[in-house]
């Protein structure tokens, strides 16, 4: 069975620290690795990954794909308390439909 | 440009009832999918349409059954409603013909069945 597991579950720190998720992957057929950070309700599209040990960036958040070790990690640094969401994981495995994991909530106290 | 729009918001359904989401897609989609998001789990695929036809589908009973329309906005059905089918529905566009993994979402419709 398909499954998509990320670490920890939730996590509490301090504004400024920076964090590191973890997702790792078994899924048939992978094709590439989202991150998405979802604060309410609608999941908003953070990056996708799809060659191993190529880092994507985005202001303050980066992340990197190892498809031999099968797991991604997303980096926050200097984080602000509206970086508190939950993160959520997802594998692409072309039929078309992604595979999640439980997600990371992440909660940043002034 | 609107983004992927649902209706309606919030929902509170009877058990043994039968309740329809709906989904607008993104301008320019053609894809949708839905997933299920119970409490304090990640999104569950349930089943995704294009050219008005399901095309794949998760580990999700008959009683959840959908619909594509000729503009592409799709309709979720679950009849003979559980307890347990209290959760975020949140519907997915993106475009197949370039094949993009880069799925819009909705902002989800909260049903809740007591």
């Known amino acids: 069975e398909d499954k998509v597991v990320q670490s920890p579950l939730s996590l509490v720190v301090h504004e400024g620290d920076t964090v590191t998720l973890n997702c790792s992957y078994e899924v048939t057929n992978f094709r590439s690795l989202l991150w998405y950070k979802q604060e309410k309700k609608a999941p908003t599209f953070l990056f996708m990954l799809?060659?191993?040990?190529i880092e994507k960036k985005s202001g303050r958040l980066s992340s990197i794909l190892d498809k031999k070790e099968l797991f991604s990690i997303l980096n926050i640094t200097a984080t602000q308390t509206g970086d508190s969401a939950i993160y959520l994981c997802?594998?692409?495995?072309?039929?078309?439909?992604?595979?999640f994991g439980k997600g990371t909530h992440l909660i940043i106290q002034p | 440009d609107a983004g992927v729009t649902q209706s309606p918001t919030h929902l509170i359904k009877t058990r043994g009832q039968q309740v329809t989401l709906r989904c607008s897609p993104k301008s320019g989609h053609d894809t949708v999918s839905w997933y299920q998001q119970a409490l304090g789990q990640g999104p569950q695929f349930i089943f995704q349409?294009?050219?008005?036809?399901?095309?794949q589908r998760g580990n999700f009973p008959d009683r959840f059954s959908g619909h594509q329309f000729p503009n592409y906005s799709s309709e979720l059905n679950v009849n003979a409603l559980l307890l347990g089918d209290s959760a975020l529905y949140l519907c997915a566009s993106s475009l197949e013909a370039s094949r993009v993994t880069e799925a819009f979402f909705g902002q989800g419709t909260r049903l809740t069945v007591v």
């Open positions: 799809t060659s191993s040990g």
């Open positions: 349409y294009y050219e008005e036809e399901e095309r």
């Open positions: 997802a594998a692409y495995w072309g039929a078309d439909g992604l595979t």
